[in-house]
């Protein structure tokens, strides 16, 4: 059974930090292309970053840049997400997803391209 569960979601202080685990079970992940999202109340499921299986590269949301880190460890078969210099913008469900023969890129990361999705985590961002 394929299965995706993301952990480490929580309350955080602006400035704080929280590191976000996707682990896979039931395939393996290195074959796959993992992408993070983030939804937000309201508002649409948007793509914060991606680490492609072919050539290892990451992608990032503008938004993100510069504070989040994306990596993998094949031999856990998971992938993180570290988060620094959190912001309230920051706040949503955390939802990780795998696709098997994606680029993910500025100009490719789209939620409908991604057929398997963890349960997601909350963060929230907040004094």
């Known amino acids: 059974q394929v299965q995706l569960v993301e952990s480490g979601g929580g309350l955080v202080q602006p400035g704080g930090s929280l590191r976000l685990s996707c682990a896979a079970s039931?395939?393996?992940?290195?074959?796959?292309?993992i992408a993070w999202f983030r939804q937000a109340p309201g508002k649409e499921r948007e793509g914060v970053s991606g680490?492609?299986?072919?050539?290892?590269?990451?992608y990032y949301a503008d938004s993100v840049k510069g504070r989040f880190t994306i990596s993998r460890d094949n031999a856990k078969n998971s992938v993180y997400l570290q988060m620094n210099s959190l912001q309230p913008a920051d706040t949503g469900v955390y939802y990780c997803?795998?696709?098997?023969?994606?680029?993910?890129?500025?100009?490719?990361?789209?939620?409908?391209?991604?057929?398997?999705w963890g349960q997601g985590t909350q963060v929230t961002v907040s004094s």
């Open positions: 039931g395939f393996t992940l290195d074959y796959h292309a």
């Open positions: 997803a795998a696709a098997p023969d994606y680029y993910c890129s500025e100009y490719n990361l789209f939620p409908t391209d991604f057929g398997s």
């Open positions: 680490i492609n299986r072919s050539d290892g590269s990451v």
